[in-house]
Structure formats: structure tokens, C-alpha cells
């Protein structure tokens, strides 16, 4: 991450309709935000995590991030999330490039076991993603996610390296 990276953090950490995907309930500020970024430069094995923004290179515009959170180097595992922010770049493949990056950094520089991540029964894309990169769905946390409409199931993908 970068400083100028801080106005689009904001904007999309404080963006409710990303709240239920994120596990998020209150919004951030700026000053928090900022420093966040200020220590982003520490070490994973430091902060146990690790935020990557997804550039558009031709574009020359930011479209979304990555991040790898709760890494653990003893057991070799981490969780993955990955947010394409601007639909108009939604299922265009930048996902897809984004996620295969972090997979093999995880398996050849960070030598990590396997990899995780939670999604929401109705985000069918991520479903999809996910188990296009190889990840077995290995759980379901029923009426795990709080909605307008009454409850979701979460589920639980891993993808263990052989």
C-alpha cells in the first residue's frame, strides 16, 4: 500500500454493502486508515498480515485489493480475501491473476501448508473463484452472517498444498 492509496481504503472499508463480506459492523477513519498504511511496510511475520492493491497497469487505476490475515507461520497457514471494488472490472480475470499471485507466494515464499477463506453462501462469484484455484469447500457456519433479510451461512474453502 501506499499513502495515496488511503482515500480508496476509505472509501471502501467504510462502504456497507462490503461490511457483511468483511466481517465489519463499524466504520474506519481516516486517522486509522493512515495508520495502517504507515505500518505497512512492517514485516508479515511482524503484523501476521499482508494487504496488497490490485492495479489495473493500462488503466493506470486501482481496482481492488487482496490480503492475506491470521498468518500463522507454525502451523503454515493464512486466511485469503480479495475485493474487486469497481465493478466495471468485475469478471474481466483481474481476480483470478490477483488470486493466482498470492497462491504461489503463499506456497513458494511464504512455504505455507494451505490457505483459507470464508465466504457468504449468496457471493456465487467468490464461490466460483475460489474453486476454480483448487480450494474444497470443508465446512458451513450455519446463520453465521446477520443480514436485513434474516441470516446467511458462511462457508469455509481450503486449499491444502500437497
Known amino acids: 500500500m501506499e499513502p495515496e492509496d488511503l ?31 504507515e505500518n505497512s511496510h512492517k514485516n508479515i511475520f511482524e ?26 507461520p ?12 469497481d465493478g466495471s ?7 483470478t491473476m490477483a488470486l493466482t499471485c498470492i497462491i504461489n507466494y503463499c506456497f513458494k515464499t511464504l512455504k505455507l501448508h494451505q490457505l483459507y477463506c ?4 449468496n457471493n456465487v462469484e467468490s464461490i466460483d473463484l475460489f474453486m476454480k484455484h483448487g480450494f474444497v469447500q470443508t465446512g458451513t457456519k450455519k446463520d453465521w452472517i446477520k443480514t436485513g ?3 446467511l451461512d458462511e462457508f469455509i474453502f481450503q486449499l491444502v498444498n500437497e
Open 7 to 37: 482515500e480508496l481504503l476509505y472509501e471502501w472499508e467504510n462502504n456497507q454493502s462490503y461490511w457483511s463480506i468483511s466481517n465489519t459492523i463499524t466504520p474506519f477513519s481516516r486517522y486509522n486508515l493512515k495508520q495502517y498504511i
Open 47 to 72: 503484523t501476521g498480515q499482508l494487504r496488497l492493491m490490485i492495479d489495473h497497469i493500462d488503466d493506470k487505476k486501482t481496482i481492488g485489493t487482496i490480503d492475506i490475515f491470521e498468518f500463522d
Open 74 to 85: 507454525f502451523h503454515k497457514r493464512a486466511g485469503i480475501g480479495i475485493l474487486i471494488a
Open 89 to 95: 472490472y468485475r469478471k474481466k480475470g483481474f481476480a
Open 118 to 121: 470464508n465466504i457468504i453462501s
Open 149 to 151: 433479510n434474516g441470516y
